[in-house]
């Protein structure tokens, strides 16, 4: 087991480090001149070897290799530069936008959870029949349907027309339920059906047969032999949605106005603040691969047949 551990924490390193190479390449290969779009933001760009002098400023004349040798130094340590657009660090804006985007996240996580096992168990425990269906029809319904779309679902039948949530702000737990709602839709389907077709299959194992031959009910047997076995698979699914959630706050956070890492990258990405793009990217790929991380070590813990096989 310490040795799958450790092996996964050098791939997790060596996936950082191309994450780094990925971010800082995909910025600096953006068409354009930064210093012209610098000079243009203060208002100097007619002034003669202006320009020049804000390549200096920032590093431009460096050497590729020796700009990404010095920003990847600087990001291990925290400091991800200075907002070309703000003129203040980046650093000092992240931290609460990180909470709003990890609340985002957690909060929609949850839902999704709970929303998958419960369509999922129904469809398992009254399988074929108009339960089945009901959670079918809203799987489907939930996977097709756009986050975009749903988000404007949400304002316009909870906000607007009940009045029952507002429609925008980070403003406490009630601020904070039709974006998590709005998140949850489309993982919360995709999970429904990892649970309804690993119960389906659980249900027709041998083990299942011997349960039923002690006198254990249906619900005994989904809950306590048939959902020990499909944690794996669902564990793995759930990391693979929450990494997903990242792309979905850059379409959710501007729709509610939350002021998260999505938001911000967004507005990098509109005015061309590549210091900005950089950071929110290595935060996005970062939480990708800690999730696959935990995923990892979260199925081993799960599954004795991993386990067995690295012990």
Known sequence: MIHFISKRLKHSLVLLFLASV????????????????????????????????????????????????????????????????????????????????????????????????LLGFLGAFWPYKLPDRVSRGLALIGASTPTFFVGALMIYGFSVTFQLFPSFGFNGPISWVLPWLTVAVLPAAVLSRVVRVGLEEAMTSPYVLTAKSKGLGRTAILFREALPNITPVFINALGTQVGLMTATGIIVEPLFAWQGVGDYFLAGVRFRDFMVVQACLLIFLSFFIVVNLIVDLAVLMTDPRIRRQWS
């Open 22 to 117: 990925v971010c800082f390449t995909l910025v600096v290969s953006a068409p354009g001149n930064v210093a012209v779009l610098i000079a243009e933001l203060r208002g100097a760009v007619a002034v003669p070897g202006y320009v020049a002098q804000v390549e200096e400023e920032i590093g431009l004349n460096k050497p590729l290799l020796m700009r990404y040798v010095d920003w990847l130094g600087d990001a291990v340590t925290g400091d991800f530069g200075i907002s070309y657009r703000t003129g203040q660090a980046v650093s000092a804006d992240l931290p609460q936008r990180m909470m709003v985007t990890g609340t985002l996240i957690a909060g929609s996580a949850v839902i999704a959870t709970l929303l998958s096992l």
